[in-house]
């Protein structure tokens, strides 16, 4: 199983600001079948970012992958409120996917 | 415009099964390239992948729970139906069904359903 470790557990930022996430694997993810999700309370994750660095249908331009291999990277260049929320990184290379541990970004 | 339900009980008692139906609209599992996937998520917990059901009937499990995961398709009535067995309390969660595609292009689960709570106590 390629266990997704994503840091920091929590991020706290003030609206503008650029927030940074890490989601690190423990297998090589084979072509870069790496998905970022955003999930706010209450609410069903929504797919923000897929292939490591193509956006979603709807997604804003402040959001932004990177990565390949074992280490990704999920930019969001400037926070708007609706922003802060909890991000999962998810691989789905092979028969088995996995998920992330979740990074929750909460208002500084 | 893609959309996904799942329905089911939202109390069941540890031993028993668990059966949960998405229903969809907006695609069809005849469609070569589509599949449907299930997710849970614990309350306060992170998501875990279940499995997922493709057109062609090929199917994944989450191995830790293969032996007691089933996941089934009716093309003719735009269903997937997830079943479960030996329900315990730790697997009180929100089931998620989500929609996939890998025809044009791959993507993981672009579309999710609201999720159900299920609750597994005596």
């Known amino acids: 199983e390629n266990v997704l470790t994503q840091s920091p557990g929590t991020l706290s930022l003030s609206p503008g600001e650029r927030a940074t996430l890490s989601c690190r694997a423990s297998q090589s993810v084979s072509s870069s079948y790496l998905a970022w999700y955003q999930q706010t309370p209450g609410q069903a994750p929504r797919l923000l970012i897929y292939a490591a660095s193509s956006r979603a249908t709807g997604i804003p331009d402040r959001f932004s992958g990177s990565g390949s291999g074992t280490d990704f990277t999920l930019t969001i260049s400037r926070l708007e409120p609706e922003d802060f929320a909890v991000y999962y990184c998810q691989q789905y290379s092979g028969p088995v996917w996995t998920f992330g541990q979740g990074t929750k970004v909460e208002i500084k | 415009q893609i959309t996904l339900k799942e329905s089911g009980p939202t109390l069941v008692k540890p031993t028993q099964t668990l059966t949960l139906t998405c229903t969809f609209s907006?695609?069809?599992?005849?469609?070569?390239?589509?599949?449907v996937g299930w997710i849970r998520q614990p309350p306060g917990k992170a998501l875990e992948w279940l499995g997922i059901?493709?057109?062609?009937?090929?199917?994944g499990y989450n191995p830790s729970l293969k032996s007691r995961l089933t996941i089934t398709k009716d093309t003719s009535k735009n269903q997937v139906v997830l079943r479960m067995t030996n329900m315990d309390p730790v697997h009180t969660a929100t089931y998620y069904c989500?929609?996939?595609?890998?025809?044009?292009?791959?993507?993981?689960?672009?579309?999710w359903g609201q999720g159900i709570l299920v609750t597994v106590s005596s």
């Open positions: 907006g695609f069809s599992l005849s469609t070569s390239g589509v599949a």
């Open positions: 059901i493709y057109w062609d009937d090929d199917k």
């Open positions: 989500a929609h996939r595609r890998i025809l044009p292009d791959v993507t993981p689960f672009d579309h």
